[in-house]
């Protein structure tokens, strides 16, 4: 899949959640379950949501229920977003599997799937950026500021992109290999954390 294709996807995905603009509705996956496609729909949609739980708990005013309840979804979706980058690097793992490697083959400070979680993050600043750029109740100076990092993002779009393509390419090629080190997370281990495994 290119990588124009999989920010078009992301762009589809959060244009899909603005329908209802609300964090409690179902998204609506149009990919066939258990393709690649599926699954890059279900990360940004992750990300989605997870970008407006971290709007609602922003007020000074909210409710302190209300916040620890937004606080352990945040948690949950975290997890959430680490697991299903985890796969993203495992159809990465078995599609390079057979790729034969150059003995100066090195590892990159990333695999695919985490830039590819920047991508999708980025899809959610464009566009929300875009909105803030549109807004006509701003001042001058506010929407100068506005516009000119909304340019610095779509800038950011354009190198992004270029380098996971050229990480693809040299993974194919075999002049890079994947390493995977799995996400080690201790807050919500309740085998790992003492403040859990302390309260027994």
């Not at 997890?79 to 150059?102: K, N, P, S, W």
């Not at 075999?174 to 080190?181: H, V």
């Amino acid at each position: 899949m290119e990588i124009k294709e999989m920010f078009a996807l992301f762009e589809r995905q959060i244009e899909d959640y603005h329908k209802t603009d609300s964090v409690d509705a179902p998204t609506h996956n149009p990919y066939v379950e258990g393709t690649f496609e599926h699954l890059l729909w279900e990360k940004s949609y992750i990300d989605t949501v997870q970008w407006h739980l971290e709007d609602l708990i922003r007020p000074e005013d909210v409710d302190p229920i209300e916040a620890l309840r937004l606080k352990r979804w945040i948690d949950r979706s975290n997890q959430q977003r680490t697991d299903t980058v985890e796969r993203i690097d495992d159809h990465y793992m078995q599609e390079f599997a057979g790729v034969a490697l150059a003995a100066d083959a090195k590892i990159n400070t990333e695999t695919p799937a985490w830039a590819i979680d920047r991508l999708s993050i980025l899809a959610l600043k464009i566009y929300h950026f875009g909105i803030e750029v549109r807004r006509t109740d701003v001042s001058a100076e506010q929407h100068a500021r506005c516009e000119a990092k909304y340019k610095t993002l779509l800038e950011q779009k354009s190198d992004l992109m270029e380098a996971i393509e050229d990480l693809l390419k040299e993974l194919s090629a075999g002049t890079k290999r994947m390493k995977l080190y799995r996400q080690m997370k201790m807050y919500n281990d309740p085998s790992l954390n003492p403040m859990l495994y302390n309260k027994k």
